[in-house]
């Protein structure tokens, strides 16, 4: 990590489609059979037209052709699936897969404080998990690998501050003479095992970033009182990494402050030194930081002209007695050559503490993993923003790896705490990582085709930004066949010892040609070509789409025009593939071969192969619908029945009723109709 400090002068701061419609001038018939209005070609179903469309004449061209192609010493090359299908004995099919073999896996450490009693326990905490894999590939055939990362507590620190002593950094050394023993206090809260080191810079010795004479060069701030300059260096390394906070503030407090001409500085120089010279630094493979202080900015590679130099800097250390040696010699380093620093260095974690903030993606190339702090006039708050950039820069994990080998290519799938899968960029990264989560990243892999594909087994590096801990990935291109390996010389099967049999094929010594080495090149000529490779009298040589050998048509491969196949070459896989209704049928030279499950016929107008094959009948299906028809119409006429009766039945009874009560009204009592009945009842009741 790297922590840069600007101080204030203020002291603040898609599926392919095409419709087509049928000519006005096909029959009635014809029209009914060009059923085809929009076909697309199916993503998923990997038929045999990849792996046969490439002309392949071994297993090595078949594993070329695609990673879904598979050699069969019988069946030639074809996919897995169809070659099986078609009886290609299991023991006989070459079709490697890409895999992932894990060669050291050491699990995440869980409770690091228990080992802390452990003389140099900090090599026994693991963080990253796995520490090496193999990687096979399959050409085209992306690999997938799983890289978890826990932040365990009390980690060991390493912190280097490299500190600008030019002239107008000197109201900032008393405070930086307080920073060794207030650090280490407030560090070993985070950290119990905490070390730091100093080391200091000023510019290239030489015209015009210094004045060369003699008493500027002894005494460039020109002053006696309170004390002389020192002379000017461009980087010093004065104190190895140590737990002695005090011997950091007698050694700090000793130093004088130097003098050049100009604004930039030699910051560069110092940077990347301290990052390289690792014996010397004393830095262990722990967490890093490296604290950069200044108050101007740093000159660039091309300000070397200036005084003569030019040579590149190598990126490399050249302390002697703690002195940087090739200042004079060597330009300043490159941002193009960052990335090589980085990973040399193990991603040191630089915190950027007092720089202009205009140079901040200069370092951010150098040391991708850095923080920015600004310090007011006496550098007072330096402590606040070393801690609060070491707890920000410490919660982030950033992925990265080394330089792939030419035509790989590598993704990253993140799965932070508290959130989904994040892809591209995002994937790389997980924020707001505290103590004890686990994080993990998903890396994929992809290996180029053969032909630019090396074949020696490649390193590449992953690794969290910022930390020692690293997953080594050995990757290696699958692209020769076992049987590649069991070669028959001289072989009977190739015409009685003319050839070579490899893989099931016959590879023909020197004057021999044809499939089993059966013909004298030199007889092949032309009068075997024109009686034995052409359609007709008038056509050409294998239709013009390959060459005539031993009097069979080898039809040509091409990744732009169409490819070729058929006795002469006629027929071709692109136009099929249009076409082609997938689980029904294929199309075999502009004809539709309709698999057995199906049946019917395709019809070509101007080859253009419209009809669908249709499915024969399926009687269990046919029986069922007559059997479930038959059955409802049944209950439905008993329903009907049943409502109609009920219906009628409801007015019978209706009727009926009205009846009953009509006679019960109709029905009149004898006192009603005669008087002198009820008479005399009157008087016989007196």
């Not at 004449?57 to 070329?64: D, F, I, P, V, Y």
């Not at 850095?370 to 606040?384: K, M």
């Not at 070459?569 to 199309?587: K, Y």
Request: charged fraction near 20%; charge should be neutral; aromatic fraction near 6%.
């Amino acid at each position: 990590m790297f922590l840069v400090v600007k101080k204030s002068e203020k002291g603040t701061l898609t599926s392919f489609h095409s419709e087509k419609t049928c000519s006005a001038n096909f029959t009635s018939t014809a029209m009914a059979r060009c059923i085809y209005a929009s076909v697309s070609v199916p993503p998923t179903d990997h038929s045999d037209h990849e792996c046969q469309s490439q002309g392949v004449r071994s297993c090595g061209e078949c594993l070329a052709a695609g990673p879904h192609c598979a050699w069969c010493t019988e069946e030639r090359c074809d996919t897995a699936r169809v070659l099986l299908r078609r009886g290609c004995p299991s023991d006989h099919l070459e079709d490697p897969r890409g895999s992932t073999v894990l060669l050291k896996n050491k699990k995440i450490t869980l409770h690091p404080k228990e080992q802390r009693t452990q003389a140099r326990w900090h090599k026994q905490v693991t963080q990253l998990q796995p520490q090496s894999v193999q990687m096979p590939l399959r050409p085209g055939e992306p690999q997938s690998l799983e890289v978890r990362f826990k932040r365990v507590e009390d980690y060991p620190i390493d912190l280097y501050y490299l500190m600008d002593l030019s002239f107008s950094m000197e109201d900032d050394l008393p405070n930086v003479k307080k920073l060794g023993a207030d650090l280490m206090e407030e560090m070993r809260n985070t950290a119990s095992d905490f070390r730091m080191g100093f080391g200091a810079f000023v510019d290239k010795t030489v015209m015009p970033y210094i004045s060369t004479a003699k008493d500027m060069l002894r005494n460039p701030c020109k002053r006696t009182k309170p004390w002389p300059c020192t002379p000017p260096f461009t980087y010093r390394h004065l104190l190895s990494l140590t737990a002695n906070g005090s011997r950091f503030a007698e050694l700090v407090g000793g130093q004088r402050i130097s003098g050049n001409l100009d604004s930039p500085e030699g910051g560069l120089d110092a940077l990347v030194q301290a990052a390289m010279c690792e014996e010397q630094i004393g830095w262990r493979n722990v967490t890093r930081l490296l604290v950069f202080s200044t108050d101007a900015g740093f000159h660039l590679a091309g300000d070397g002209k200036l005084g003569g130099i030019v040579l590149p800097n190598d990126g490399k250390c050249h302390l002697e007695e703690n002195v940087y040696t090739r200042g004079n010699s060597q330009v300043w380093f490159a941002y193009k050559s960052a990335g090589r620093l980085s990973m040399n260095t193990n991603d040191i974690d630089l915190f950027r503490l007092k720089t202009l903030l205009l140079l901040l993606q200069g370092l951010r190339s150098i040391f991708p993993k850095c923080a920015v702090g600004t310090l007011s006039n006496n550098s007072h708050n330096i402590l606040q923003i070393i801690v609060e950039a070491y707890n920000a820069l410490t919660s982030e994990v950033v992925m990265e790896n080394s330089k792939l080998p030419p035509g790989f290519s590598i993704s990253y799938t993140s799965h932070c705490k508290n959130s989904g899968p994040r892809h591209g960029e995002q994937g790389r990264r997980c924020s707001n990582i505290s103590i004890g989560d686990e994080v993990s990243f998903n890396v994929s892999i992809t290996a180029p085709q053969c032909a630019t594909a090396s074949q020696r087994p490649s390193r590449v590096i992953i690794k969290p930004q910022g930390y020692g801990e690293e997953v080594e990935v050995l990757l290696s291109s699958i692209c020769e066949c076992s049987c590649q390996k069991d070669v028959v010389p001289h072989s009977p099967s190739c015409s009685h010892g003319n050839g070579t049999l490899e893989c099931g094929v016959c590879r023909c010594n020197e004057g021999r040609v044809g499939v089993s080495c059966e013909c004298d090149g030199e007889e092949s000529g032309e009068v075997v070509e024109s009686h034995l490779c052409r359609r007709g009298n008038a056509s050409e040589v294998c239709s013009g789409r390959g060459e005539c050998v031993c009097g069979r048509c080898v039809c040509g491969k091409s990744s732009k025009k169409p490819n070729y196949y058929g006795q002469f070459c006629e027929c071709d896989f692109d136009s099929c593939r249009v076409f082609t209704l997938p689980g029904r049928g294929r199309c075999v030279c502009g004809e539709c071969k309709c698999l057995p499950a199906f049946r019917g016929r395709c019809e070509s107008f101007a080859s253009f192969a419209c009809q669908e094959c249709p499915s024969g009948p399926n009687v269990i299906l046919i029986t069922a619908v007559l059997s479930g028809s038959v059955v409802v119409l049944g209950v439905a006429l008993l329903l009907l029945w049943k409502l109609l009766t009920s219906i009628h039945d409801c007015r019978e009874f209706a009727r009926f009723q009205r009846e009953l009560e009509q006679r019960r009204w109709n029905r009149v009592s004898p006192a009603q109709t005669n008087p002198s009945v009820g008479a005399c009842l009157s008087d016989t009741a007196q």
